[in-house]
Each structure stands twice: as C-alpha cells, then as structure tokens.
C-alpha cells in the first residue's frame, strides 16, 4: 500500500465514524474535494454548518486507526469506493436524481467487511430476502426454501442476520452450498444477535458480513432503518416473506423504490399477524405478490432468460373439448345410457350435430355405444381389440 | 293473474328450456318481438338460423304447464324480467357494451326460485364470497368468517352452495342472521349438492335459492359456469377465498370483469395449493388482494361512506420522537448510565443538541438522571411524586 493509499483509507476510515450515516452534507463535502482534504477540513471545524452540524459531536475524536487495526483483528477489512473491490455496479442506484432527491439515500462513506467474497462479485446477482424477526413457522420454513431456492438458480442471498426470516434465508442459501451476505447495524465485532456468532461465521466463510458501521458502534433503532438502505442498494430486488403492521418492511420498501429497486412481498394466512405487513405492502402496490422464487427470479433475473414457467396441473380427460362436444359428454350421466335424442334434448345441442360430436368423443375414448345408447367410458376402463 | 300474464309467463318458461343459456340469438329475439310472440316463433320453426340453432333441439318439446307446476309444488315461483321482483337494477350489468360484446355474457330469460326474500331487493347489497369444494380448513374458517362480517354489516352474500368456500360462506352468513342467496346450476328440485338440502332450506328461509335452470335439470360442469355469470351479476363484488390452479375463479373472474364487477381474492399460504388460484388472480391483475371484511366493503360499499379503518397496533413509547431525540434515546444503554459527552459522540448528535435533547426525553418518563449520568426509565417503572 503506498502511503497516499494509507491516508486516503486512513481519511475514510475518520470520515466514516466523524458523522452518523447518513451524512448527507459530509458526503457532499467528500464528492467535492475528496476524502483525505474533507478529513482535515473537517478536523479542523472548517467547513459549512451543515457538515459542521453531522460532525460536531465527534469531530475531534480520530479513531481511524484504532477501528482499522480492530477490523485487522476481526480478519476483516474497510472496503472504500476507490477500492476494485467496492460494488460500484450496485451502488450507482445511490446516484440516480431519484435517491438524490431524499437525504437518507446516500452512499456508505466506506464498508466494513469480513468474509472470503469480494463486495463487487458477489453484488453482481443479489436477492435480498428479509421479514419479522419474531417469524411464524411458516414464515421461517418460507425464507429457507426461497433462500435455498435462489441460491440454487446462483444468487447471492442478502439479508440482515435477525433472528426469523432473516437469518432462516441465510441457512438456506447456505444450506444449498450458496454464498450469503449478512448486512449489520453495528460493528462487526459486536456479534448481533449473540446468538448468531456461529451463523455469522459460516456466512463470511464465503461470503460477506458487511457493516457501515465501524468496530465498537452498538445496534440501535435508527441504525437499522438506515441499514436497511444498505440491503435494498445491494440486492436486485428485496422479497419481504413475513412482517407486521409495523415492521421495518415498508421502510425498506420505500428504500427500494427510491432506489430503483423492486420489492416483493410473500402472501400468508389473513389470520395471521406476521403477514399483515406484506398483504399491506401488495395492497398499498409497493410490492408485487410473489409465491415461488421463479417469480422472484422473473423480476430480477435477465429479461427473456428467466420466466417463471406456467404452473400447471394433471390434464382432464375432457381438456381441448370445444364447448359443444363437453355440453354432449356432460349430458350423459356417469353410469346410465342415453340415445342421441336424449342427448341433444338434455345438452341443447342440435340432434345432427349430437349425432356428429358422439364418435369424435368416442375417438377420444370418452363414451361408447351399446344396445341401449351411448354411455360414459370410466377413466380406468381398459378397452381391448385394436 | 290476467290472462296475459300468465301468457308471458307460459311464453318464458317455454322460452327458458328451450335453449341451454345462454342463447344470445334467441335472447335478441325475445329483445326484438317479446316473449309471447317468439315462443310462438320458435315453436313454429319460423326463427333466423342461429335461432334455429339454439333451440333445434327442443322446440318441440313444450315443458311450460309442467315446470310451473313443478315449482309451485316446490314452493317457489318464476321470476321473469316483467316482474317487479327481477333484480332489474344488478341485472343491468348485462347491458353494457362491455358484456353485450361477448356472447357468453347475456342476462337469463327467467330465474327460477324459491325463498322468502324478493330478488330485486335482496340484490341491493350483495356480495359474493366464492372458493374451491375441496378447501382447507384456513379456507372455510376465512369464508365462514366473511360470510358472518358482511351479514353484520348488511351486506347478503350469495354463493354456489356448493361443499367448501361456499357452504362456509352461507352459513357464516346464517350464523349472523343474516340474509344469503344460492345460485344453483341445475334444477331447484335437484338437492345439489345431496348434503346441503338443509343448508339450502334454511337459505331459502330468509333469503333465496335461485337458478336459470328450470326443475328436473341436472347439474353438469358447463352449466357451473354459467352459474357463475349469475353470481358475478347479482353481486358487486366477488371474493375469492380459495382457489387451485385450475378452477373457476378465473373465469367467474372474467365473467365480473366482463360485468363490471370487482374481484377480490384472499391470499393464504403460499404452501398451500388451494391458494394458488387466489395467488394468481392477484398477481395477473384480475384481483385486488383482501384480507378483511372492512377491505371488501371498502371496494364495493359506497364511496365516502365505507372506508376501511387504518390497521393500528399498539403504540410504543418512542413514538412522535424526532430522528434526534430517537438517536439520544437509543444511545442510552439499557441498564448503564452515560454522560452527554458519551451520548453526542455514540448518537452523532452535537453535544449541544444533547442537552437540550435529555431533558425533553426526561419530560416523556423515557430517560432519567442520576449521579452516573442519564440512564433509561423502564416501561413498568413506576415514578413517584406528582
């Protein structure tokens, strides 16, 4: 690393901690004169009010070093835009006049990060699956498959870690050997949730747990509204598989659509609670209803490459009839026989075109003929001869 | 009854066996000539050819004593458009270019029906809750619950009374003492299903049982979807609770379409397959999503009047803080006290701003002050003095 390299980390690693994400006035700062100038600048209190207001409280605090040899020590690393590494393709949703229009739907200042996945590859084909902590078990049971599902298909599944939805789509794409992105609202050395040290590992194991937030910042609220940003810029479109009346889901469905992105929301019982916020997010149309993970792939996958093939079902015997020929067959009763007379008298249809539809349904192994009339052919019924 | 009447009224029941509905040609002749005379027309063999068509196969046969007769003796009557108690003002649906443009559409010649409620004032306020036969007990429950909230409301809810969605759907209406409406696809003397003739006694108690078909015509698949034109017709809107992949929801929904009529559909379990129906029309457009009584009088009661109330939940403790007080508040751990100095540098809020912040959090019972510092107020705390 050359020593320009070392202040540029050096200036990013302070402007990261400086101000409370998002910062929007400091970021403006950043684009302007760059990062190394806005960290003296903004060490030495010179620069406009509005940047001097995000960074009053911890302007003269420089942990930089400090927080890059805790990230050494965790075996991870800071990831900053002028990095190969940083998902550049992903995160130019945060430049569009749409998320540029709202203060809170600005860029990371830079990314802490563990895990064997480079940031860039693995945010070339991302599907975030999020939802309720507190999860049913049919919510829970939903996220894995979906997350074994779309690891399977070769996404990379992005979530938040939580218990619930979250961390069950994590298991699925792990669980189908595919690489998962945990996004964090604290540093990564705090281990949120405690109980989910173990998962967080096997995640960076090959893929990522990336934070905003550097070593020693605790989860809080707000912290995870603001992440939730972060999850929504990453991935292609965001599948929300449980969620309350009030869940974060809508925040992170307004995320989204500020930054280009698409939600999908997965139906559940109307009896149950832990759908009430996805049935609202379809209903409010800020979400399209999603079933199958081929439908969540025919959203965010390739146009004219991924199509969700048609459901269907069993053929019936009677499929492709024309309406005539099914009213004939539907006039005749399942065990008795009937004349054609009977037939055209019970259908409506004419008694020359009952006389004409009666062998084209016996072609079709439908009916046949006896002494007393024409009479159903059961499913099962074995004809012999030719 | 004069002797004209009972003319028209022979003339219709005539007219109505005729042709299997619906027949548009003979429709548009009864349109152009009247009944009496186009009975006689038909009878005669004397009828354009698509005329001819329809009824080629029983104009010879003149049923009309007999079915009157049959229906008297069921204690039920005939309905015909001349009466007062035709559902004149539901039935207008049929009349629009929308539905005359598609043949399939075309209002019935007559209904057959039985019951203590007048059709034209039971299809003032009606809505239909339709599913699947072989539904869940999710589904039943749901259509049960339905069918008793729109009694409570006012509403009468007409269905097939076919086993399932259907029968859930009356007797929950029942249950409220509420009104409820068959629509039958065969003969009111059938009994069909065998099952429910208790249930459609009871529905006829208070409200109806009605079918296009006259006595002694049996049930057959094409005739269901005939039916359902007549449930989308009556109805303002039609609820879908549960629906496979194949079933009639589609069609009854392109039939109200067609109608000008609202669908709606409740969502379920992705994992389940009687879902998937309701899933679809949703996803294809066809269907608003609902998931409560209240969402449904929202889209079919009148405008300003029925407006579904906002889902709440109850408040948190936090709610109606600014970000910044939000962010001082979730600096303060949960059982440790800070110094504001700590909170301006863990919120990212200024020092100053901290201040001013703490107090305001004091007046709201969230925080309090001690010789450590400021420290959190629990929930249950209770706080002594005025």
New interface residues.
């Given amino acids: 690393m050359t020593p320009g390299e070392r202040a540029l980390r050096r200036a990013r690693a302070y402007l990261n901690r400086v101000?409370?994400p998002p910062?929007p006035a400091l970021a403006d700062l950043v684009g302007e004169v760059g990062p190394v100038r806005a960290a003296r600048l903004v060490t030495a209190g010179q620069v406009p009010q509005q940047v001097l207001?995000?960074t009053?409280?911890?302007r003269e605090?420089d942990r930089a070093e400090a927080d890059l040899s805790a990230i050494s020590a965790l075996g991870g690393r800071l990831v900053v835009p002028e990095d190969a590494e940083w998902p550049a393709e992903a995160f130019a949703c945060f430049a569009t006049p749409m998320a540029q229009a709202d203060e809170r739907w600005r860029a990371p200042m830079a990314l802490w990060a563990r895990g064997a996945g480079r940031l860039d590859e693995l945010g070339e084909r991302m599907v975030a699956v999020v939802g309720a902590r507190a999860a049913t078990g049919?919510g829970e049971?939903?996220a894995a498959e979906f997350g074994y599902e779309l690891a399977e298909d070769g996404f990379v599944v992005i979530s938040g870690a939580a218990f619930g939805i979250d961390a069950a789509a994590h298991r699925g794409a792990l669980a189908a050997e595919g690489r998962t992105v945990a996004v964090q609202a604290c540093g990564l050395d705090q281990a949120y949730p405690a109980g989910h040290q173990g998962l967080l590992d096997r995640i960076a194991a090959s893929g990522a747990v990336v934070s905003e937030y550097p070593p020693g910042?605790?989860p809080?609220?707000?912290?995870f509204l603001v992440r939730n940003r972060l999850i929504a810029a990453f991935a292609a479109g965001t599948v929300v598989v449980e969620a309350?009346?009030?869940s974060g889901a809508r925040r992170t469905a307004s995320a989204a659509a500020a930054l280009g992105r698409v939600v999908m929301a997965?139906?559940?019982?109307?009896?149950s609670a832990l759908?009430?916020g996805c049935?609202?997010l379809?209903?409010e149309e800020q979400a399209?209803?999603?079933?199958?993970v081929a439908?969540v792939v025919e959203v965010v996958g390739r146009i004219g490459v991924d199509i969700a093939p048609r459901?269907?079902?069993p053929p019936?015997r009677?499929d492709g009839l024309s309406?005539e020929l099914?009213?004939v067959y539907?006039?005749l009763?399942a065990r008795a026989p009937r004349y054609p007379e009977q037939l055209?008298?019970?259908?409506?249809?004419?008694?020359h075109r009952?006389r004409s539809a009666l062998p084209l349904l016996e072609l079709r192994g439908l009916v046949g003929c006896g002494v007393s009339g024409w009479h159903r052919v059961a499913p099962d019924a074995r004809r012999g001869g030719a």
């Fill in positions: 101000a409370e910062a207001t995000e009053h409280a911890r605090e049919y049971h939903v910042v605790r809080a609220r707000h912290r309350g009346v009030r997965v139906p559940g019982p109307v009896t759908s009430v049935h609202l379809v209903r399209v209803l999603v079933t199958r439908e459901l269907s079902s019936r009677t309406p099914l009213a539907e006039a009763p055209a008298s019970d259908s409506g249809v004419p008694l009952v």
